[in-house]
């Protein structure tokens, strides 16, 4: 099965980028995980709150720090001033959410900490409908966006038919199973997102998530047809991107699955508008950089990498691997080899990123530590021999193939 080509992407892409107001940047938000309306609504609070920081992360100039970033304050108290104090921010917006006597309630405080001991600057306060859920949202995220002199906020959510409340909550009990990254709960993940898509067939954020569950079975092996499973994902994503072309999250997926298909002439431009339509996409920016390196434009890989990591300096380890692979390829080796250190001391058993650490230290000519990661590798499993670092690699530039076993066998790998 071909990938779609995409042919109105660029377009659209430099539509948007066009549109974009040239603004400086706000001085920082932290939206913390909000508390469900009880204990066992926590995934709701939780989920709510991630939808809601990708919502603003649409808005040009608004500076929104990434889930993994503000994913450790759930569940405790902290005053606002030590959470902007240690994300680099000023604004802290923070909350409830969820069902309550068949209603559906909201309460949400946005705090300035800049001024003096700082200053609530409003708390909202909602009982609504439960199916006006999204809508719910999307107020909260305009409301914010213009408190901080954004203009008008993010567009609002492309429902689709029947998504309401019951939909959305299937959406967000599958992504919390998901992201427990076991073969079980992705299966229990799978089955509530085709609930969520029989009730509301158009939900495109159910789509591109269900797109997600299948592309991270396919690539850990769970299920009975791993490769099928990549094919659906693809089928998935790009039924959301069509259901809603303005749905970035829609766009990152298709990027994802792309590129684990080996498609990256689709892979690239479904990432880039993942960007344009989300400026403020930390994933989407340091995802992009990975895919820029391989294929053989590291420069403006290691500037998506850079407008990525002040949005989640928490990121998760292939953050470190992005930013270490295009320091490399730009002949920054001393740097490359800290980042990627700091990646593998983030997850150790990632054989990617020790791969390339062996070829950064071979551009360095350290040979000494280049055998020990090889054996580190060895231990782990993995063949270290020269043909199988060019069968693994994801690099798919010549030129850039050519220089990395170059510093492979400089750093004494064996053919």
Not at 16 to 25: C, D, Q, S, V
Not at 38 to 57: K, T, V, W
Not at 128 to 144: E, F, K, Q
Request: with cysteine.
């Amino acid at each position: 099965m071909r990938a779609k080509s995409w042919p109105l992407l660029p377009a659209v892409l430099w539509l948007l980028l066009a549109a974009a107001p040239a603004r400086a940047e706000s001085p920082g938000l932290a939206v913390l995980p909000f508390a469900g309306t009880a204990p066992a609504q926590a995934y709701f609070g939780r989920g709510f709150a991630e939808d809601l920081i990708r919502d603003l992360s649409r808005v040009p100039g608004l500076r929104v720090m990434a889930r993994q970033s503000v994913r450790p304050y759930a569940g405790r108290e902290v005053a606002p001033a030590t959470v902007a104090r240690e994300l680099g921010v000023r604004y802290v917006l923070r909350g409830e959410v969820g069902l309550r006597d068949g209603r559906l309630v909201l309460r949400a405080t946005l705090r300035d900490t800049g001024a003096g001991a700082g200053a609530d600057l409003w708390t909202e306060e909602r009982d609504a409908d439960p199916d006006a859920v999204l809508a719910l949202r999307h107020g909260l995220a305009v409301r914010v966006a213009r408190s901080l002199g954004r203009g008008p906020g993010p567009p609002p959510v492309a429902k689709g038919r029947g998504a309401g409340f019951a939909a959305y909550d299937l959406l967000l009990r599958a992504t919390a199973l998901e992201r427990r990254m076991t073969g079980a709960d992705n299966l229990a993940a799978r089955d509530l997102l085709r609930r969520a898509i029989d009730l509301a067939p158009g939900f495109a954020p159910a789509h591109a998530r269900l797109a997600q569950v299948l592309d991270i079975a396919a690539g850990e092996g769970w299920g009975d047809d791993p490769a099928g499973d990549g094919e659906r994902a693809l089928t998935m994503a790009e039924r959301a991107a069509s259901l809603d072309p303005t749905l970035p999250h829609a766009f990152w997926v298709l990027g994802l699955v792309l590129t684990h298909l080996d498609r990256y002439d689709g892979a690239v431009p479904a990432m880039e508008a993942a960007v344009a339509l989300a400026p403020g996409y930390a994933d989407a920016r340091a995802f992009l950089a990975q895919l820029y390196a391989y294929t053989g434009h590291a420069a403006r890989g290691l500037a998506a990498i850079e407008r990525a990591r002040p949005l989640n300096p928490a990121g998760p380890f292939w953050y470190a691997h992005a930013h270490g692979l295009c320091l490399y390829l730009l002949g920054f080796n001393d740097l490359a080899l800290a980042e990627l250190r700091a990646s593998v001391a983030q997850s150790p058993g990632m054989d990617f990123t020790r791969r390339l650490l062996v070829a950064v230290l071979g551009a360095l000519g350290d040979r000494d530590e280049a055998r020990w990661q090889l054996d580190e590798l060895a231990d782990l499993g993995f063949a270290v021999t020269l043909d199988e670092f060019a069968r693994v690699t994801p690099i798919r530039d010549p030129a850039t193939v050519a220089k990395y076993l170059a510093d492979l066998r400089r750093a004494g790998v064996a053919e």
